[in-house]
C-alpha cells in the first residue's frame, strides 16, 4: 500500500482508491501528478491510499511462466486483434490454450486466491485497520467500479462515500460478456473526428479539408490497408513498422485521453500523407516491445478477470456468439475484446472467495456513480444499470470524452465528487456536467485544478 496524508485539517479519514485493470497498481495509480490530482478533486480532508489487489505487483504472486524469455515468447506470439489477419482466431485459441497450460503448471497453488470476492473482504481488512468508523469510502474507475459494486453488495452496512466511475456493468463483467463495454467505442472515435473539423487549427487532419464524416472513412480505410500494406518507418523490424495493430493500438490508447489527440491526428496525418517524421509520433502510444516481458501483474489480468467468472457460466456461454456481438457492435475494437471470449473456455481455475450473490442493495450511505455517453470503455448506460441495483444511488453524467471523468476534466463534475466525499451531498439526480475544455486544446487537468477552488 501506498498513502498520501491529508493536506487539511480535521481529516475526516481515509479514502481507498482502485485504478481499474483488473491488475493494475494503486501503489503506482496515486505516485506523482495523479496522487495531487486525487487530493485537490476529494478537497484534501482525507488520507488516500492506493493498494495493490491479490496477484499485482507485489502482492500474492502469481505468474503463468517460468522465466521473462517464456513470457515474451507468448507475448509476441498472442495476436491483439481478431481481424488482424485470417489465421488470428485459430492462433488465439491455440495460444490462449498454452496460457491456460501455463499457468497451471506455474502458479497452480495461488490461482485461486485471486479474485475480486477476495480482494473485497481484503479492503474491509484495511478499513479494519485503519481504526477509523468501520465504513469503507472509496473511488474506484473503470474495473475498480466493479471492484467497489462487489464490496458494495457484500459489506452494504459498511459503506460510507463510495464513488464508482467509468462503470462496468457487474452483470455482463461476472458472466464474461462484456459486449456493453464497446457500445460507446465508435461514437467515441466519431466524437474525434467531429472535433478535429471543430478545431483545425489543433488538428493536422484537418489539412486534408475534409467533413468529419469523410475523415472517418479515411481513416478506417487506412487501417484495413495497414493490415496488407504495413508503413514502414526506420530499419528496426519491431518499432518502425506500423500495421493493423500498431495503429489500431495507438488510436485505442488515445480514446482514453482525449489530451492526447492532437498527437494521434499528427500520426494519422502521416500515414495518409506518407510523411515518416510526422508518422512516427503514433510510437508515443504504443512504446517498443523489449525482448523480455518483465512481470508486474501482468498475468493479473486473466488471473482476476477469467477467475471470477464461474465454471458453470463457462460451460454453458457460447463465447463464439459473443465474439459475433462485440463484432456487431463495435466497429473499432470490438475484434480487440474479442480475444478474450475463448479464453474462458480453456482457463483451469476458479478463485474460491468469488462473489456469488447480486447487485442488489441498500448501502449504509448511498453510492455516486459517474458515466459518460462517449467514454469508449464504460458508457452512461453501464452506470444506469448498476445504479438500478444500489437503493438511492444517484448517477452523475460527464458529459465529456476519454474514459473515466478526469480526462476531459469538470468542474462541475469534479465539484460534485468533492461535494459527496466531504459533505455527503449527492447531486441532483439527473445532473449532466459538461466539460470544461473543448477537444483539441492545450489545456490539462492540472489546468482543471487550479481553477477548483
Sequence with gaps: ??????????KQGTILLNPGGPGNSGREFIAGRNGAALQAATGGVYDLIGFD????????????FSNDSARANYNLKA??????????????????????????????????????????????????????????????FSYGSVLGATVAAMFPDRMGRVVLDGVLNPLDYFTGRDVSQVTATDMSFEGFFTGCVTNPEMCALAQLTLDSHELSNTVYDLIYRLKYEPFVTGPDAVSDIIDYTFVKNAIRSALLNPSTWPLLASGL?????????????????????PT?????????????????????????????????????????????????PPTYEDWPFRAKGAYIGDFRAKTKNPILLVGSKFDPLTPLANALNASAGFEESVVLEHVGYGHTSPFQPSLCTFRAIRAYFVNGTLPIAGTKCEPLFGLFTNQTLEDALALLD
Design 1 to 10: 500500500m501506498a498513502k498520501i496524508s491529508a493536506s487539511k485539517q480535521p
Design 53 to 64: 489487489p491479490r496477484g499485482t505487483s507485489g502482492t500474492i504472486p502469481f505468474s503463468c
Design 79 to 140: 495476436p491483439v486483434y481478431l481481424n488482424s489477419s485470417d489465421t488470428a482466431l485459430g492462433a488465439v485459441n491455440a495460444v490462449r490454450a498454452t496460457l491456460a497450460q501455463s499457468c497451471q503448471e506455474n502458479s497452480a497453488d495461488t490461482a485461486e486466491l485471486i479474485g475480486t470476492g477476495y480482494v473485497a473482504r481484503d479492503m474491509m481488512q484495511i478499513v479494519d485497520a485503519l481504526d477509523e468508523n468501520g465504513l469503507l469510502n472509496y473511488w474506484g
Design 269 to 289: 496525418h502521416g500515414l495518409l500523407t506518407e510523411n515518416i517524421t510526422e508518422a512516427r509520433t503514433l510510437s508515443s502510444f504504443t512504446a517498443s516491445q
Design 292 to 340: 523480455v516481458f518483465p512481470n508486474k501483474g501482468l498475468e493479473a489480468f486473466p488471473a482476476i478477470r477469467l477467475s471470477d467468472v464461474p465454471r458453470e457460466t463457462r460451460n454453458t456461454t457460447s463465447f463464439a456468439q459473443v465474439v459475433d456481438e462485440l463484432y456487431a457492435t463495435s466497429r473499432l475494437l470490438g475484434d480487440s475484446f474479442a480475444t478474450l
